[in-house]
T-cell receptor, first 115, second 111 residues
Framework: DGGITQSPKYLFRKEGQNVTLSCEQN?????MYWYRQDPGQGLRLIYY???????QKGDIAEGYSVSREKKESFPLTVTSAQKNPTAFYLC??????????????FGDGTRLSIL | KQEVTQIPAALSVPEGENLVLNCSFT??????LQWFRQDPGKGLTSLLL?????REQTSGRLNASLDKSSGRSTLYIAASQPGDSATYLC??????????FGPGTRLSVLP
């Protein structure tokens, strides 16, 4: 089945540690996105990528980094500079860039907590 | 800056009722609007996408309408079922800038 796979489902970060969240899609989509979801709030865009080897900052990029070396993969690193990383992280993809009438598809998320 | 709100924040209804969820946005210059469903601890599932030139979209028991000039969209759920219990989010596409999401409405349908 085609879809988006996020791993791990749960992740714990120690003080001063960088952690990487995985996102893989087999939908052959060009665009991929990372969102952060906090309780009672809507999703906020961290980074997005419309093509391999290119990505743009979203609204809350500080303390995060990404790479897009392959079309299928868009990993997110939460660095030690992100002082409040506890949240639910969602990866999404769509067939084209943001100016499109194609719906976004989402993975099942990674819940990150601080130890 | 685009802001999206959803009312009510939570809703509890008995099974079989028809219900309406509301979504409001401040900037009417949108490319499209999507309604999503989110189950606890899960990702989002796209329900309906309305293009800016459209007034409504239907899928089964779901009907979404869009009034761009007033900055409003509604999601109508007919004959609600316990399986409809979830959080419903709307998101607007700001002409290629990004998607802006509302905080969601948490729906409980009681058997």
């Amino acid at each position: 089945d085609g879809g988006i796979t996020q791993s791990p489902k749960y992740l714990f970060r120690k003080e001063g540690q960088n952690v990487t969240l995985s996102c893989e899609q087999n939908l052959n989509h060009d665009a991929m996105y990372w969102y952060r979801q906090d309780p009672g709030q809507g999703l906020r865009l961290i980074y997005y990528s419309q093509i391999v080897n290119d990505f743009q900052k979203g609204d809350i990029a500080e303390g995060y980094s990404v790479s897009r070396e392959k079309k299928e993969s868009f990993p997110l690193t939460v660095t030690s500079a992100q002082k409040n990383p506890t949240a639910f992280y969602l990866c999404a993809s769509s067939p084209r860039d943001l100016v499109s009438n194609q719906p976004q598809h989402f993975g099942d998320g990674t819940r990150l907590s601080i130890l | 800056k685009q802001e999206v709100t959803q009312i009510p924040a939570a809703l509890s209804v008995p099974e079989g009722e028809n219900l309406v969820l509301n979504c409001s946005f401040t900037d009417s210059a949108i490319y499209n609007l999507q309604w999503f469903r989110q189950d606890p601890g899960k990702g989002l599932t796209s329900l309906l996408l309305i293009q800016s030139s459209q007034r409504e979209q239907t899928s089964g028991r779901l009907n979404a309408s869009l009034d761009k000039s007033s900055g409003r969209s509604t999601l109508y759920i007919a004959a609600s079922q316990p399986g409809d219990s979830a959080t419903y989010l709307c998101a607007v596409n700001n002409y290629g800038q990004n998607f802006v999401f509302g905080p969601g409405t948490r729906l409980s349908v009681l058997p």
